[in-house]
C-alpha cells in the first residue's frame, strides 16, 4: 500500500509558482531525497504536505485520505512529523518537556484529568515520562534532559527536533535540511542516525537536504524539483549522471 | 489524599483567620475595618492576577479584557442574589442562616462564572485566531463592548449602578476562591495539556506540527480564565454590595496586566506577588496625594528597568530556593555523538 501519494500538486503564490503540478509516491520504510537548488520549491512541498499552506490544485492523499484542506495538527495525529529548517523548539522549555509536549497527540489526557490528578493521569504521566527519556537516550540527549532547549549546542537542537518529531509516533518523517550547519562528522553521525531511526521504527522518511553527500548516502529514491517542477527522479548513482540535473544545478553550458 | 488533607488545612487556617480578624477569636482584638477591606480586595486581586496569567503568561495570548468578564460575573452573579435569592434561601429553611447564605453565594458564583465563561467562548473563538497587538486590541474592544452593553441594560440598574444584593462574601470566601484560583491554575500549568499552551507560547507553529489543536487549546484556556474572572467580579459584587459599570473599564484590565507583569508573565507566585505589591503600593502611597500616582508610575519604571522579566520572571517562588540544586543539575557532561 502506497504511504503518501501526491497527484498534480500545484502551489501558486500569486504570480509564482513554487509547486508545479508534482507527483511524488512514497512506500512505508522508504527513504526519500528531494532536492533542488535554492527556490525550487522544496520547502514549499513540506509546508503543503502538513497543511501549513492548502494547494491551489491537486490531491494528497495519505494513507488513503485525503489530507488536503486539514489542520497540521490533525495531519501530524494522522501520522506524518516533520522537523524545521530554521529550528522551531520550544526554547523556554526543558529538553524532556520539548519530547513530551509532542506526545501529547498521543495521550488521552484532558483538562479535568489533570485539576482533579485522576491516578490515569498519574499512571499516563509516568508512562509519557519514561518513554520521552527513552527517546533521549537513543538521540544521546539524556543529559541534557533538564535543560532548556535554547541553551543546546546547536547539533544537540537538530537532534532534538528530529526526536520530538518522533514522540508524535509518526508513520512517515519529513525531516527539512537536518544536517545544515553541521561539520562533516556530525553529517556523517546524522547519516547513520537516519538510517537507524528507519529500520528500527520503520518508518518512511522525506529528506530535503543540500549536503549531496548525506542525500546520496542514504536516499533509497531522489526526487529533483527546480522551479517546482520535477526534472528527474531515481536512485542516486542516476540521479548524479542525469545531464538535465548537471544543468540545473551548474548551470547549462 | 495529600491534596484534601492540604484543602482542610487551608479551610480551617482560613476560619481561623477570618475570626481574628473580624474579633471572633480573640476578644477585644480585631483588625481596622479598613485593612480588612484592603486584605480583601488583594484576594479579589490575586484571583484575577492568576487567572489572566494562565491566558497572558502561560499560552502568551496576549488578552486585555479580563474586566470585562469580572462585570459580567459580578452583574449576572448580582442579578441572581437579588432576584431570586430570597426564594433560594426559602427552599432551605431547615438550615440554619449561615449555611443558607453560603449555598446561596455558591449558586450565584457558579452562575456568574458560567455566564462569563460562555461570554469568553464567544469572545475567544474569532478573537484568538489573531496574535500579537491585534489580539490585544480586539479583547480590549470586547472588553468595552461588555461593559457599555451592560451600562444600557435598565434592569441590572444601567447608569445608576446595582446595589441591594446581600453581603455574602467575606475574608474567608474571597481567600477560599483565591487559594482554588492557585490550585486549579498550578494543576493545569504542570498537566500535559499545560505543557502544550506553553509551547503555544513559545512557538505555536511548531506545537501545531507536533500534532496540537492550538485553536482548541487557547480557546479552552481563555475560557477557563474567564470564568475565573467570573468567580472575582461575583465576590467582588457581594463584598461591597454596590458595583458600577465605571469598575470594570479597561483601567481596572491594566491593573491586573501590571499585577502580573511586576510579578512575572509566566509565574503563579509572581501573579500573587503582583497582586499584592499592587494593592500595597496604591494603598501605601496614599498620603503622597496628588503624587501618588506619578510616584506609583516611577516605582514601575524601576522595577522594569532593574528586573523586565518581571520580579519572578518565568519562575516560582519555590525554584530560587532549589536554585543551588539547579545549576548543578544544569551542567551535564559533554557528550558527543
Known sequence: ?253 | MKALVRAVVVVVVLVLLNALFTGGLIPDFSISPYFLQILSLAGINIILAVSLNLINGFTGQFSIGHAGFMAIGAYVSSFMSITFGDRIRASMAFAPESVRNSALLLVVLAAGAACAAIAGFLVGVPSLRLRGDYLAIVTLGFGEIIRVFILNIDAVGGARGLGGMPRLANFFWIYLFAAATIAVVTRIVNSSFGRTLIAIREDEIAAEAMGVNTTRHKVISFVVSSAMAGVAGGLFAHYLMYIHTNSFTFIRSFEIIIMIVIGGLGSITGSVLGAVLYITLTEGLRGFAQYRMLLFSLLLIVIMIVRPGGILGHRELRDFFSRRRRVAAATPPVVSG
Open chain 1, 1 to 253: 500500500m502506497t504511504l503518501l501519494q501526491l497527484s498534480d500538486v500545484t502551489m501558486r503564490f500569486g504570480g509564482l509558482v513554487a509547486v508545479n503540478e508534482l507527483d511524488l509516491t512514497l512506500e512505508p520504510g522508504q527513504l526519500y531525497g528531494l532536492i533542488g537548488p535554492n527556490g525550487a520549491g522544496k520547502t514549499t512541498v513540506f509546508n503543503v504536505i502538513t497543511g501549513v499552506y492548502r494547494p491551489t490544485s491537486g490531491e494528497i492523499r495519505f494513507k488513503d485520505h485525503s489530507i488536503v484542506g486539514e489542520r497540521s495538527g490533525k495531519i501530524t495525529r494522522r501520522g506524518i512529523a516533520r522537523t524545521f529548517q530554521n529550528i522551531r523548539l520550544f526554547g523556554e522549555m526543558t529538553v524532556l518537556e520539548n519530547v513530551k509536549v509532542a506526545s501529547h497527540c498521543r495521550q488521552t489526557a484532558d483538562l479535568a484529568s489533570a485539576v482533579f490528578r485522576t491516578p490515569a493521569h498519574h499512571t499516563e504521566e509516568e508512562r509519557v515520562d519514561r518513554q520521552s527519556r527513552e527517546l533521549l537516550e537513543i538521540f544521546h540527549l539524556q543529559a541534557f534532559a533538564d535543560e532548556k532547549a535554547k541553551n543546546l549546542p546547536y547539533g544537540s537542537q537538530r537532534r532534538l527536533e528530529i526526536a520530538r518529531a518522533m514522540a508524535t509516533l509518526p508513520r512517515l518523517l519529513l525531516l527539512d535540511e537536518p544536517a545544515a550547519g553541521m561539520n562533516p562528522h556530525e553529517a556523517h553521525q546524522l547519516m547513520d542516525l537516519i538510517r537507524w531511526v528507519r529500520d528500527h521504527f520503520e518508518m518512511a522518511i522525506l529528506l530535503v537536504e543540500h549536503n549531496m553527500k548525506v542525500v546520496m548516502g542514504v536516499c533509497e529514491t531522489v526526487h529533483v524539483l527546480d522551479y517546482g517542477a520535477t526534472i528527474a527522479v531515481g536512485p542516486p548513482a542516476e540521479i548524479q549522471k542525469n545531464p538535465k540535473v548537471i544543468e540545473a544545478y551548474l548551470g547549462g553550458a
